[in-house]
């Protein structure tokens, strides 16, 4: 079967890759020459555990090809993925010039039926102004005697697990009313298909609303345990322990209750606001979105609030040390990273920034480039030396068991504010370290 995808970000290559694994030609097209040709080399642009690996493996010369030529993908495959950008628009709605220009390409070059499969994340009611783009174009060209379906197929992976995600999906939402691309889209997610029948089939605007109905509630949980964590330092009370209590149930369940700094990355933020203008145009109130998106506006702020607190303002002329500059381990991406906002705030205060990442120091150079009150540091250790205190924003799992009294022996204060709960406060303290922790007993 032959598979043509429109975009070789995150979503796209995962997928191409992971088809092509499957046994499937896959044409992946895309604008950017520069990415096109260090794609065609086998140089995977992001950070993704196992994606090198497996387009390597498929022999980027034999099932998996790179181009910037549309045409050629369209004429390839009777199936085309849409799987390019949804930038925020000035508003936080989802800008869709990409996708419906990928629209326009595939109505300007096809010649006989095609199915286009929307998998980038978008508004309800897109795949009606791909459907509209594809038949004016069409008309355009005197073809409207040319048949397509569009569908909505959104995609549900982390970065971080993107290839396992895709390799071993919760779920498949086939959206669309037309019997005829449901049984091609079950044909080609067969190998994916197994055991149980993961496949959840309807109508194309629901398809479109569970993706971000799906993100949202994630979300929501998020900054619920937030707020919750906020107000069990007020109460004095240990929200570690309430999360423990709380996931029990398993209506309520362990997943996606930690507490933490805010969540980050190029979805949950993007999506949240693009679902707060979507429904505000569609004249409906979203009291609870705007919540989760204030919180978590405010939540990004607290290590600063807890840094400054306790050193009384004195903050200028300090150095921290930081450990953690991605949104989340497993991943290069500092896309809304809460690391950004306490950087930005500890610079606003005078401060130096020491910092490491086992894989984003590339990133962090990209975006700041070189400034006085930024070190990229070489290890994890190297951060700590000359820091007034060290600041934990990433979980990485390489930062979970440190050497406590060496870090002791370096840092300049034996103190760690920890974004992500990662240390328990006692045993650090046992080891004559002051641990701040996110919404444990008596912190503020
Ligand atoms: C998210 C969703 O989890 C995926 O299902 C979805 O497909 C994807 O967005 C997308 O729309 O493409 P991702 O952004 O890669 O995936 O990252 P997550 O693992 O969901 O983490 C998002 C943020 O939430 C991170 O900043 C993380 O630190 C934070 N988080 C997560 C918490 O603060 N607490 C938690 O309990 C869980």
Redesign the pocket.
């Known amino acids: 079967m032959n598979i043509t995808i429109f975009g070789t970000g ?2 796209g290559l995962v997928q191409a890759a992971v088809f092509a694994e499957a046994g499937y030609n896959v044409t992946c097209v895309d604008i950017d020459a520069e990415k096109v040709s260090r794609l065609k080399k086998g140089e995977i642009p992001i950070y993704e555990p196992g994606l090198e690996h497996l387009v390597k493996e498929n022999g980027t010369t034999e099932r998996l090809h790179f181009t910037t030529d549309a045409s050629v993908g369209i004429a390839r495959s009777s199936i085309q993925f849409i799987a390019v950008g949804t930038p925020p628009d000035e508003d936080g709605s989802a800008d869709l010039k990409h996708v419906l220009a990928v629209a326009k390409e595939i109505a300007s070059h096809m010649e006989e039926h095609r199915i286009v499969v929307v998998k980038s ?1 978008v508004p309800v009611g897109t795949s009606d102004q791909v459907r509209a783009m594809m038949l004016r174009t069409l008309k355009e060209r005197g073809r409207d005697d040319l048949t397509f379906d569009v569908s909505s197929n959104p ?6 697990s ?1 290839v396992a ?1 895709c390799t071993k999906p919760d779920r498949i939402i086939i959206g669309t009313e037309c019997a005829e691309t449901e049984r091609a889209l079950r044909e080609l997610y067969a190998p994916f298909n197994r055991n149980h029948d993961k496949i959840i089939s309807m109508d194309v605007r629901s398809a479109e609303l569970t ?1 971000y109905a ?2 949202c509630m ?2 929501t ?2 900054s619920f ?2 707020e919750m964590a906020n107000l069990a330092e007020k109460l004095d009370a240990d929200i570690e322990k309430v999360r423990l209590g709380i996931g029990a149930d398993p209506r309520i369940g362990y ?14 933020p993007k ?1 949240v606001r693009a679902m707060i203008r979507l429904a505000q145009t569609s004249g409906y109130d979203p009291m609870v979105l705007n919540a989760v998106e204030q919180r978590n506006e405010q939540q990004k702020h607290v290590l600063f609030a807890k840094i400054s607190g306790h050193f009384e303002g004195d903050i200028e002329g300090k150095t921290f040390a930081l450990w953690g500059l991605s ?2 381990p497993n ?1 290069n991406d500092m896309r809304e ?2 690391s950004r906002v306490l950087m930005a705030a500890l610079w606003q205060a005078g401060a130096k920034v020491r910092a490491y990442d086992p894989e984003a120091m590339d990133e962090c150079r990209r975006i700041y480039g070189d400034r006085e009150d930024l070190l990229l540091c070489a290890s994890k250790e190297e951060a700590l030396e000359e820091a007034d205190a060290l600041v934990v924003v ?2 990485w799992k390489s930062f979970r068991a440190p050497d406590f009294e060496a870090m002791k022996r370096v840092l300049r204060n034996p103190i760690i504010f920890d974004g992500r709960n990662i240390y328990d406060p006692v045993v650090a303290s046992r080891k004559g370290l002051l641990v701040f922790s996110i919404g444990r007993t008596g912190q503020l």
């Open positions: 995150y979503v994340t995609e549900f992976l982390k970065e971080g993107a995600d993706k799906a993100n994630l979300a949980k998020i345990m937030n997943h996606f209750i930690y507490p933490g700094v805010g969540y980050g990355g190029s979805c949950f999506d949104f989340k991943t990273a809460p990433t979980e």
